[in-house]
């Protein structure tokens, strides 16, 4: 019913930038908070940056400075703009959606497939 599909990951030096974007599409009837989380290898997922329908955002204390979440209702879009990349920030990235299906009362989550960001000299 709801796909959402990454693109934007790749190989970065150190000090470089990069941008991820999620598109979602399927019977949408709302979304909501629109968020981007990450997970290296032997680590739990970890919340990124989030922004609300409202625009209200938050961030990891460790990307704060660096990292800008943007969100296009239109083009039902959320957008990541990562800057100043260090190796730790090396992870699959995962963009996740609160989506309210079409004829339904209630959102729920939905995920991508993610993309990696591999930050390396």
């Known amino acids: 019913q709801v796909e959402l599909v990454e693109s934007g990951g790749g190989l970065v030096q150190p000090g470089g930038s990069l941008r991820l974007s999620c598109a979602a599409s399927g019977s949408i009837g709302g979304i909501y908070t629109m968020a981007w989380y990450r997970q290296a290898p032997g680590k739990q997922r970890e919340l990124v940056a989030a922004?609300?329908?409202?625009?209200?955002?938050n961030y990891a204390d460790s990307v704060k400075g660096r990292f800008t979440i943007s969100r296009d209702n239109a083009r039902r879009t959320v957008l990541l703009q990562m800057s100043s990349l260090l190796p730790e920030d090396t992870s699959v990235y995962y963009c996740n959606m609160a989506v309210r299906v079409v004829l339904t009362s209630s959102p729920k989550d939905y995920w991508g497939q993610g993309t990696q960001v591999t930050v390396s000299s």
């Open positions: 922004i609300t329908s409202g625009g209200n955002t």
